[in-house]
C-alpha cells in the first residue's frame, strides 16, 4: 500500500503511460464499475443520458437508479437514443451521452453512430457487452460491438478490466470532444460493470497520444491575409467546423466577413454561422443552393473555406470546381486537405484560432480589399441575386410545399422577435429539408439540426427530442416529410412521457419526393417504389400518442394553423398536405458543374443529365 | 501536370503505435474501407514499457491518394506517428524468407548452389529436401523465389517488409 500512496505523490511530472498512471492511482477499491460510470458522466459535466436498458447494462441501471444527478431519457429504440444525443450536441456545444445494452442495443445504434462521425458531431455511446468470459461465445445478446463500430466512430474501446475503466471513460469524452468531433463508443462487459476499483479524477487522465493541432502556422495565416488583400473576387465559404468551434468562431467569421466586404455562403452544416439575413449572406450552396452562392463559388478568383470539406454535394463535377480560384483551406483534419479539391493553401488549425489569427494580421497591416474591384463584384453577384432563384408560385387551391415552409419561417421568427421564444429547427431527410434550408434564417449558430453526411431519414424526430431537452422553453420543430418521420414514429411515445413539447411538421405530399424527383429527371419518370401508400392518419396518430394533430389542405388556413401549432403547450404533429408534385430547386444535377444549375422546371429540357452523372448518387 | 498527378507510386510507411486491442484491425479496416492497397504489411511490438507496436506498410497509389493515407492514418487516435520512408529518403527495406525446396539430385544441387549466391541459410534439411532462409530486399528475395521454383520449391513464406531509414536520426 505506502508503494501505491507514493506513486500517487508523484503523478504529473513523470512519463509513465496512463494506465499504469490510472493503476497508481487506486489505493482502495471503492467503486463498482457501474458507479465508476455514473460518476465519471458526472463528473465529465453530462446532464443527461439518452438510453434503453437491457441485461448487460442493469448494473448502470442500477447505479443510475440510486442518484439524481443524471437524468435518463428513456427511448423507444437505440438509434433515436443517438440522434437524441446528437441533437442535443449540437444545439449546445457539448457531448451528447448515450447508454444502450449489449447485441441489439449496440447495432441499432449504430445508423446513429455513423451519422455523428460524418457530421462531427461529440457523442459518447455506452455499450453494454456479454461478461469479459463469454466474449466469442455467441452468448445471449453478443455482438462484436467494437469491430461492428470500428469504421463508424471516431474511436472505440472494450474494457477489459475495471482497472482501466475510469481512465478510458475520461479519455472517451476527451476524444469525442477534441479536434474534429465525433462519436466514441465505449464497450462495458458486465463483469466489469460488477468489479470493484479505484476511481481515478479525470484531471489525472491524460491521453497518450492524441494531441490534435488547433493553433495555426503563423506563416500561413501571414499567406491567408496576403491573399484576401490581393482578392478582386474573393469567396467565404463556412461549413459545420464553424459552428463545432463555437459561437466566438462564428462571430469571428462575421467579422471577417464584414472586414473584407466578401461573400459569404454556408454549407448545409454551416447554416446560422454567419446570421442569415446579413446582405453579405448569398444562401447556402451546392446541389440545391441558390444560384448567386454557386456562381460566386464558380467565379471568385480566392476563396476561402473555413471548417467545410468540399463534399461532393457542394463541388458538383470537380473537373469544372471554381477552377480560376486560389484556394485557401482552413480545417482540424488535416486529412480533409486536398482530399477531393487540391489547395493552394491549407491551414490545420481550429476556425475559432484560425479566423482570431487573420483578423489579427488583418488588423495590424490595416489590410483592405481592392474597393473598385469590389464593388464590381457585387454588381455581378448582385445581377445573379436578382434571378431570384428561389422564387415560386402559391397560386391554386393547394399548398405549394415552399409557401409552407416560408410561412413557417416567418412565423416561428416572428414568434422569436415578439415574444423572445426561440426557434430550433431539425429535419428529416428529402425535400423539405432542402426547402427549410433555403428558406429559413438561421441568424445564430446551433439552431439548425440536419443530417448531412450520411442523410439520415428518422433523424429529425429524435434530435428534436435532444434539442428539446437541452432548451426545454424553445420552440422546437421538426420539419419533416411523412415518409421520413415513419422511420422513427415510436420517438412520440417518448415525447409524452418527458412532455417535450416538440412540434412535428410534416410537408406531406405523398411521395418520397427527393427520390420521385430523381426519377422524374434521371429516370424517365418511372416512379418505381417511391409513393407514400397506405399512409397513416398523422392526426389520429397524434392522438393515439397523447400529441395534438392538426391538418391543414389549404394555403388560406395555413398561417392560423401553424399559430396554432406554436400555441400549443403540448407536442403536435400538423400533417401539411402540399402539392404533391413540386421539384425542389434549384438543383446541380449529380455529375454537372456549379454553371450547369436548373433553375426550374423548364430548365430541364434544355440540358440533358449526362452518362457520367446517372452513375453518381 | 494532370498526367504526372495520376502515376501510381510505390511508399514505405511507418506507423508508430499504441499496442492495443484492436489497433491492426483499425489500421487494416482503414485501407479495406477506404480502397486503399496494402502490399505489404508487417507489425510487431518495439517498445515493450511505452506499449508501442511499429506497422511497416507498403502501398501503392497517385500522389494524392498517398498524402491522403498518410493523413487518415495520422488521425487514429492510437497513432503517434507517421514516417514516409521513400519520401524521406535514403532507407533501407529487408525482408525475410523461409523456402521449402524438394527433390533429390542435380535440382538439389544446383538449388543449394543457388542459394549460396543469395546468402541463404540452410535451417534445416534432409535427404531429399532443404529449407533455407533468406533475407533481402524484397525485389532480391523475389528473384531467389523465382530461381528456387523449377528446383522443387513446394512452400515458401515471407514476413513482409520492414524498413528502417538510413542516417543517425531517429523516426
Known sequence: MPATLKAVETTSADAAPAEAQAAAHQPTATHTGAEMVVKALVDQGVEVVFGYPGGAVLPIYDALFEQNRLQHILVRHEQAAVHAAEGYARSTGKVGCVLVTSGPGATNAVTGLTDALMDSIPVVCLTGQVPTHLIGNDAFQEADTTGITRPCTKHNYLVKSVADLPRILHEAFYVASTGRPGPVVVDLPKDVLQAKGGYVEKERVVHRSYRPQTEPDPAAIARVVDLLQGARRPMIYAGGGVINAGPEACRLLTELVHLTGAPVTNTLMGLGAVPGSDPQFLGMLGMHGTYEANLAMYSCDVMLNVGARFDDRVTGRLSDFSPNSTKIHIDIDPSSINKNVMVELPVVADAEAALRAILAEWKRRSAHTDRKALDAWWQQIEAWRGRDCLRYEQKGAVIKPQYAIQRLYELTAAVEREKGIETYITTEVGQHQMWAAQYFKFERPNRWMTSGGLGTMGYGLPAAMGVQIAHPDALVVDVAGEASILMNIQEMSTLAQYELPVKVFIVNNQWMGMVRQWQELLHGGRYSQSYSASLPDFVALAAAFGAHGIRCEKPEELDDKIREMIETPEPVIFDCCVAQEENCFPMIPSGAAHYEMLLGPDDKAAKPISEEGMVLV | ?171
Open chain 2, 1 to 171: 501536370m494532370t498526367a504526372l498527378r495520376n502515376i501510381v507510386e510505390r511508399r514505405t510507411i511507418a506507423v508508430l503505435v499504441d499496442n492495443e486491442p484492436g489497433v491492426l484491425a483499425r489500421v487494416i479496416g482503414l485501407f479495406s474501407g477506404r480502397g486503399y492497397n496494402i502490399e505489404s504489411l508487417t507489425v510487431t511490438e518495439v517498445e515493450h514499457e511505452k506499449g508501442l507496436s511499429r506497422i511497416t506498410v507498403v502501398t501503392t497509389g497517385t500522389p494524392q491518394v498517398l498524402e491522403q493515407i498518410k493523413a487518415q492514418l495520422d488521425r487514429l487516435v492510437p497513432v503517434h506517428r507517421v514516417a514516409d520512408l521513400t519520401q524521406q529518403g535514403p532507407n533501407v527495406e529487408r525482408e525475410l524468407a523461409l523456402v521449402k525446396v524438394a527433390g533429390t539430385g542435380d535440382k538439389r544441387v544446383e538449388a543449394l548452389r543457388i542459394a549460396g549466391i543469395f546468402d541463404a541459410e540452410v535451417v534445416d534439411a534432409g535427404l531429399d529436401f532443404f529449407i533455407f532462409e533468406a533475407s533481402h530486399r524484397p525485389d532480391k528475395l523475389d528473384r531467389f523465389i523465382a530461381l528456387m521454383k523449377p528446383l522443387g520449391m513446394v512452400e515458401m513464406s515471407r514476413t513482409g517488409v520492414v524498413a528502417i531509414a538510413r542516417g543517425k536520426e531517429g523516426i
